[in-house]
């Protein structure tokens, strides 16, 4: 049995724990700051897509954040690390509601909601943003990984200091 047959036979109760922690690993990755691993959630050829609602419900595509493969992923990273200037801060994730919506040809539809929590040095800490995940992933390299993630935020207003990924 390969891996994709594997996850497709799993019974709900455990395909919600390795979803729990694949969403568990993602954000522990983000909030720790270890963004050179990010990109190893995803398979080569993916989508990364941070969206306002209003933009996705209108299907209008512009994006403030758009990676179109691993690659992308990666050079974002580098650009956080090297290039970019911005306050220190601490970012903290949480992810709710958590519901697979289907397989279909080998892909699982996921949605999840979720909240980044922002903390500058010498203020408190505020919601930074809030919206839904709507993810596809596929079975690779032993793993669920993400073919597609969308990140549709709640708010009309774009973030202005919106560095790491969500």
């Given at each position: 049995?390969?891996?994709?047959?594997?996850?497709?036979?799993?019974?709900?109760?455990?395909?919600?724990?390795?979803?729990?922690?694949?969403?568990?690993?993602y954000t522990a990755c983000l909030d720790e700051e270890r963004f050179e691993e990010w990109p190893e959630f995803f398979v080569e050829q993916c989508l990364y897509k941070i969206v306002p609602r209003e933009n996705f419900e209108r299907g209008l595509p512009l994006a403030t954040w758009l990676c179109e493969s691993k690659g992308y992923l990666a050079d974002r990273v580098t650009a956080i690390r090297k290039t970019a200037v911005y306050a220190p801060r601490t970012m903290r994730r949480m992810v709710s509601g958590l519901r697979v919506l289907r397989w279909k040809e080998g892909v699982l539809e996921v949605r999840a909601n979720y909240v980044a929590l922002e903390t500058l040095q010498d203020e408190f800490t505020r919601v930074f943003n809030t919206g839904q995940y709507r993810d596809k992933l596929v079975?690779?390299?032993?793993?669920?990984?993400?073919?597609?993630?969308?990140?549709?935020?709640?708010?009309?207003?774009?973030?202005n200091s919106l560095i790491y990924p969500l």
């Open positions: 049995m390969n891996t994709a047959e594997r996850y497709l036979t799993l019974n709900s109760r455990d395909l919600r724990l390795e979803l729990e922690e694949l969403y568990a690993a079975a690779d390299g032993g793993r669920l990984k993400f073919k597609e993630k969308l990140c549709i935020f709640d708010s009309l207003l774009v973030p």
